[in-house]
């Protein structure tokens, strides 16, 4: 049954998505290395694609960015679409010293300071798991390949512009690295008993230095692209 944001039918997604940001990471994934892919949803230009990744049926679709964009989705594909796990594949500023670029965390735990994520019963600043299960596989998965990624504490901001201060405050809380999703989607997650799990390439440094360009962060990260879709098939 189609909702306000996506014009799908029962049955057009797969059990796993696989959900970057960006529609065209989305379309790149599902063209690159997806087979027989066809396109289920366009709505708000958020393509969403179903198809097979070495044999596995899974589904691919952008989320948008920050939390209420992700929160949306995956609350729609958790509760009216059949979706049992949801692998954001994105990017990520890093605040650990320890973090080079390309590097990809997984993101065992997201912590935010958003309030949004109360509306799922959890609360700011709470470490929010993902699923134990599906990180498992993702370092497998890693290992297996040779992909250099760590697992770590993710913040989730509400604000890209939010000044290094904020950035080291987060940094002495633990936090590895910054995005703008996973909390959220690993609140609405537990929420409704499905699993979540984020594994983002870091993409600059959030502290101040190098960062990846625009065409990079779209087109460059296929390590961290395949280990989603890695995961995907084996969840």
């Known amino acids: 049954m189609a909702t306000q944001h ?5 049955g057009d997604f797969a059990p796993v998505v696989v959900m970057p940001g960006d529609p065209m990471r989305s379309r790149l994934i ?11 949803n366009d709505v708000r230009g958020a393509q969403g694609y179903t198809g097979y990744y070495y044999g596995a ?11 209420p964009s992700i929160g949306i ?27 080079k670029l390309r590097d990809i965390v997984i993101g065992d735990t997201a912590s935010t300071d958003s309030r949004s994520v109360e509306f799922f019963s959890a609360e700011p600043f709470e470490r ?7 990180a498992g596989i993702a370092r497998r998965s890693a290992d297996e390949r040779g992909f250099r990624a760590v697992g770590g504490s993710l913040h989730t901001s509400d604000v890209f512009y939010s000044g290094a201060e904020y950035g080291r405050m987060w940094k002495a809380r633990g936090a ?20 979540a799990l984020a594994v983002c390439a870091i993409s600059d440094y959030a502290l101040g230095g190098d960062m ?16 989603a879709l890695d995961v995907a098939a084996r969840a």
């Open 212 to 227: 990846l360009s625009a065409a990079e962060r779209e087109c460059g990260l296929r390590d961290m692209m395949v280990l």
């Open 128 to 134: 929010i798991p993902a699923s134990v299960r599906l």
């Open 176 to 195: 590895d690295a910054v995005e703008m999703e996973a909390a959220m989607l690993y609140a609405v997650a537990r929420a409704f008993g499905k699993e």
């Open 30 to 40: 599902a063209e690159a290395y997806l087979t027989d892919a066809r396109l289920v």
């Open 73 to 99: 989705y995956a609350y729609e594909l958790f509760t009216k679409f059949g979706v049992g796990c949801i692998i954001r594949a994105g990017s990520a500023g890093a605040y650990s010293d320890a973090l």
């Open 6 to 10: 996506i014009a799908a039918e029962p």
């Open 57 to 67: 049926r899974i589904s691919v679709m952008a989320s948008g960015m920050g939390m």
